[in-house]
């Protein structure tokens, strides 16, 4: 396909911005104390550079009381010189605009803690992300956030932004006016929905009257609430639709709120689910619209443009995944670009964590600033044995830095166990790890060798400098009674399809991500694929009530047990809830604090605290644990060749940690 609309100008008031890439708002928690610090800047630097169209910087702050210290603020007049001098360079040296995002979380800021007075909320109804009761705000409070607002834009055009988006999305503050589900309000701000926009159309008002009628103005919107009760699609084009008419010149649209039970983000969401949602507000307004959510295919954004349902797309973890996408993209190198995988695990999962963004297939996430591909002096002989995720991302650095790289994989396939991560429901985003590391490689000149395992006779032939060995890990075996019986297999062999046999009751043995996702696997095989459903309710052949069944009914009888109080326990929390969401709809029966005892030839015998029983079973699962395989290592370095050992060869670990070692290592050798 030919990328011609993605790279079409488009004039948004006045602002001419070169493609219709827009790199939405995230939080990246680089500050703790409101700054702009310089790992912020490398990362908003990195990102204009590789060819986005326009770039909204934040969430910004403009108070306290409605934010958190892990967000930079525009709250004094001290800032604006310190974000004129970056807006000047970027404009200097890339074509890319850049706008800002004001931000008021409303009932959700944890404002108590910082400032010792409650958050301001429509109606003093707890969050469910603070677990704290908001004060409802009154009518001097709602003008003061208002001229907030109005001077944070003002400060902002100052400083040299090119344009100014307000949050009224995800459960903030002026989607909290906007909902029933958090406006309780019986005065002019509150009942009806004319009421309930007042608060958020007066915002833009005031913005619009702070800043002139030549700066652009866009709104982030919910395109739909996904809360009981909330907003629809048809709410929120009202609003937009008003939103027009006081000012507004562009309108961004994402899905619902944090605190929805819809998944949004995670790999679970197809390709341009939302789309629809965009669609349903442009059809209601006259200005340019973005649809976000799940476009980071270039091909399926390219798509959404040319249907008309929305003017620009939002790519915001694709960027996290590769600063150049728009570039590469517009150069016909869009198979070198690093694929984002919608895992959430170093970006969502990062921000839980409290370390900030990172992300699992681009390890220079947040460290733009110190981590540098330089040519390698002098450049040295290196082979790779194992071509898994940690293998392959050090060999394509390496050979890039100037090394003289040769990856030597004992199987057809490359990726080791990414082919595992990718078998799930909803996990097939992951086989574009290994699709895009062979591209990489490839276009550095590694010299890759299928079927040829790597042995210290090889090494002693080919006398590389250097010998990379990144041989992975395999499945751990239990020793209990019966662990050897025919009907026990490994969840591997289950994943990788190599189990042809498997009866009606299932135990999983092991409730880590291996083995929930496993179960999630075995027990989606006999239901109807989500495609096939939509096939079917399309033509009307199924009602909807008995095609949901469908898909949530097996003939499986699964269950996993663990023997810790916590399933999924190395699940990160972005991505937890969906996965024990989907087994509970599936019906797969979660026993914690449950310990494998005995197998026999039909139950699996197990201890709990009320006692033993018995478990039918006519086939055992096992999915607890792996241990390194790094025998290979030992042999090389008796015969004096240097050795890094990398991934799960040194010690089992995620994908993450794999891919980071293996970039970390090329950067050193």
């Known amino acids: 396909m030919k990328f011609v609309r993605l790279f079409e100008p488009i004039v948004i008031n006045r602002l001419f911005i070169e493609n219709r890439t827009v790199m939405p708002a995230m939080g990246l928690h680089y500050t703790n104390d409101y700054s702009f610090p310089e790992r912020m800047r490398h990362f908003y630097r990195r990102r204009a550079h590789g060819g986005v169209g326009l770039m909204i910087l934040g969430p910004v702050a403009f108070d306290e009381r409605g934010a958190a210290p892990a967000m930079p603020g525009i709250f004094d007049d001290r800032i604006v010189e310190a974000f004129r001098v970056f807006l000047d360079e970027l404009h200097r040296d890339t074509k890319t605009k850049i706008a800002i995002q004001l931000f008021h979380m409303g009932r959700n800021a944890p404002s108590p803690l910082y400032t010792g007075k409650p958050a301001l909320a429509p109606s003093a109804l707890k969050s469910r992300l603070t677990g704290l009761v908001p004060q409802a705000m009154t009518e001097e409070d709602i003008r ?73 103005i866009g709104i982030r919107v919910a395109g739909n609430d996904f809360m009981e009760g909330g907003h629809t699609n048809a709410e929120s084009a009202l609003f937009c639709r008003e939103a027009e008419r006081a000012g507004v010149d562009a309108i961004n649209v994402t899905g619902g709120w944090h605190e929805s039970n819809t998944p949004q983000l995670t790999s679970h969401v197809p390709p341009a689910a939302y789309v629809y949602l965009a669609r349903g507000i442009k059809e209601q307004v006259g200005v340019p619209v973005f649809a976000s959510n799940r476009l980071g295919d270039p091909i399926v954004a390219e798509q959404v443009l040319r249907s008309g349902a929305a003017d620009m797309v939002g790519w915001a973890r694709p960027l996290l995944a590769d600063p150049d996408l728009p570039r590469k993209v517009r150069d016909g190198q869009a198979a070198l670009a690093i694929r984002c995988i919608c895992c959430n695990q170093g970006c969502f999962d990062g921000i839980f964590a409290g370390r900030g963004v990172t992300c699992l297939v681009n390890p220079t996430v947040g460290r733009e ?143 880590n991500a291996v083995g929930c996702e496993t179960a999630d696997f075995l027990v989606s095989a006999d239901c109807p694929k989500p495609e096939n459903a939509a096939f079917l309710l399309y033509h009307g052949a199924e009602n909807p009530q008995h095609l949901r069944e469908l898909l949530c009914r097996s003939g499986r009888q699964v269950t996993v047990i663990e023997m810790v109080e916590r399933m999924a326990a190395n699940v990160g929390p972005s991505t937890r809830w969906v996965l024990l969401k989907d087994l509970q709809m599936k019906g797969v029966e979660l026993r914690t604090g449950t310990k494998l005892v005995e197998i026999t030839d039909k139950d699996v015998v197990v201890e709990t605290a009320a006692g033993r029983e018995s478990i039918p079973a006519d086939t055992v699962v096992m999915a607890v644990g792996s241990r390194s395989v790094n025998d290979l290592a030992r042999r090389i370095e008796q015969n004096g060749t240097p050795v890094v050992t990398l991934g799960d060869a040194a010690s089992p670990r995620n994908m993450m940690d794999a891919i980071r070692e293996g970039f970390e290592a090329a950067l050193t050798v």
């Open 144 to 216: 003061e956030v208002q001229v907030g607002f109005a001077t944070g834009a003002k400060r902002a055009k100052d400083a040299g932004f090119d344009m100014a988006e307000i949050i009224a999305c995800t459960g903030y503050l002026v989607s909290q006016f906007l909902s029933p589900v958090t406006n309780l309000r019986t005065d002019a701000y509150g009942g009806p929905i004319e009421n309930r926009m007042r608060f958020g159309l007066e915002v833009i008002r005031t913005v619009r009257a702070a800043v002139g009628p030549d700066f652009p």
């Open 369 to 511: 600033g110190e981590l540098k591909i330089a040519p390698a002096r002098p450049p040295k002989k290196i082979y790779v044995a194992g071509g898994g995720p940690a293998g392959m991302e050090f060999a394509w650095v390496a050979a890039l830095r100037g090394h003289d790289v040769t990856l030597f994989e004992k199987e057809e396939r490359l990726g080791g166990q990414v082919d595992l991560a990718a078998a799930p429901p909803g996990k097939a985003e992951f086989l574009n790890v290994t699709r895009s590391l062979e591209a990489r490689m490839r276009a550095a000149g590694v010299k890759i060798r299928r079927r040829s395992p790597l042995t210290a006779a090889k090494v002693r032939r080919g006398e590389p400098d250097l010998v990379a060995v990144a041989t992975g890990s395999r499945p751990i075996t239990v020793g209990v009674p019966g662990a050897d019986r025919p009907h026990v297999v490994d969840a591997w062999d289950v994943l990788r399809g190599n189990v042809a046999h498997i009866g009606r009751r299932i135990v999983v043995i092991g409730g």
